[in-house]
């Protein structure tokens, strides 16, 4: 049976090399890097070896790199310990964040700490900037929180004109980059961020780490006590497994990162193409490259029958896509995404994501499938 996969903005294959990594740390080196002696000293190396890769990768200090267990961790990190440790009392989101960013505030909001603005968005997902300005010269001082790609929709934010207004109105920037990071270059002595996370998983690399960028002008107290590691940032254990794995992941994404931009932007730009071809198909968010995450695709289709059984006849297909943000793959919960730009809730919506791994064929056999589909449900 033909098997697909296209729910890479929910997760990806291990690439091959960051599994032949770990595996080689796995088996030689098991030294707790707290400790002083010849085995601690070995993987306390690995580790900062990899936080020096990540670093020189992102044009920063390692001294700004955090290893955590992954991107919900880092979010919650930034904003809870951003808002309490610099007593701000305003926060500015959209509706449109991943739950890890509007739960967290909406959570802060409840317990007192802060007032919480959204900016608004257009039916496209794009953040409307002048709204923005707006929100901060009407409140002394906020933390804005807004991601470089939606995660559901693909949508990018022009996270550097957000960073100069940010900078204009003294406030401090949390940007969620876990669908961009390893897929975009991001320069770090340039771009005028506060915070930025990664999770590896989105990037070919493992599940369960991931890292918080702290910008050095910044200081925060830690989110989880119980230890001195990451510099007295984050108690427990260091996964180091994980994190040798991660910096490998993006050691790859880097060196390869035209080649596969330009290969998985083939096959967006080819399905888009092809679903065209069918009656009533129209897409949420951004499609145009250049105001678009390449890796993400979502696709309205119109109503029909049993509408709710698209992802179901989908699997059955053998193809592996997503009715919105992962997280809430599964359930029956609207997509709050999609609720958010005022999305038709009649039309089914399904999420293609690919990967370096994606190839053109499946692209084909998957379009089929989809007229298929639609045919016999219209």
Do not use: W
């Not at 995404?337 to 084909?364: H, M, W």
């Amino acid at each position: 049976m033909t098997r697909v996969y296209l729910d890479n903005a929910a997760t990806t294959p291990l690439d091959p090399e960051v599994m032949k990594q770990m595996v080689q740390v796995m088996e030689s080196q098991y030294g707790n890097p707290s400790s002083i002696h010849a085995h601690g000293r070995e993987a306390r190396s690995l580790v900062e070896k990899a936080r020096k890769t990540i670093a020189n990768l992102l044009h920063t200090s390692p001294a700004e790199i955090f290893f955590t267990s992954g991107g919900t961790e880092a979010d919650n990190t930034a904003i809870r310990c951003g808002i309490i440790d610099h007593g701000l009392k305003h926060a500015i989101t959209s509706r449109l964040e991943h739950h890890a960013v509007v739960h967290t505030l909406e959570a802060m909001e409840k317990a007192g700490y802060i007032k919480l603005s959204f900016v608004e968005v257009d039916n496209k997902g794009n953040v409307n900037y002048d709204h923005l300005e707006q929100l901060l010269q009407q409140n002394e001082r906020s933390l804005v929180s807004l991601m470089h790609a939606n995660n559901e929709i693909g949508t990018l934010t022009d996270i550097e004109r957000v960073g100069e207004l940010c900078e204009a109105y003294n406030a401090l920037f949390h940007c969620d980059t876990v669908q961009t990071v390893g897929h975009y270059a991001h320069d770090l002595s340039k771009l005028k961020l506060h915070f930025m996370v990664c999770a590896g998983h989105k990037l070919h690399g493992p599940k369960g780490v991931g890292f918080l960028h702290i910008n050095h002008r910044v200081k925060i107290n830690p989110m989880i006590y119980g230890g001195s590691q990451e510099r007295n940032m984050r108690g427990g254990t260091e996964n180091i497994y994980g994190i040798v794995g991660l910096a490998k992941a993006i050691e790859i994404a880097y060196a390869e990162m035209p080649q596969h931009q330009a290969h998985i932007q083939g096959l967006k730009t080819h399905m888009i193409n092809e679903l065209r071809q069918i009656p009533g198909v129209q897409f949420n968010g951004e499609i145009a490259p250049e105001k678009s995450l390449y890796t993400v695709l979502n696709v309205s289709f119109p109503e029909m029958d049993m509408s709710d059984m698209l992802l179901f006849n989908l699997d059955i297909a053998g193809i592996s896509a997503s009715g919105g943000s992962a997280c809430s793959s599964g359930t029956n919960i609207g997509s709050h995404v999609l609720t958010g730009i005022g999305a038709n809730p009649d039309r089914p919506a399904v999420r293609f994501s690919f990967s370096k791994y994606n190839t053109r064929e499946e692209v084909d056999y998957t379009v089929a499938k989809i007229r298929d589909i639609v045919m016999v449900n219209a």
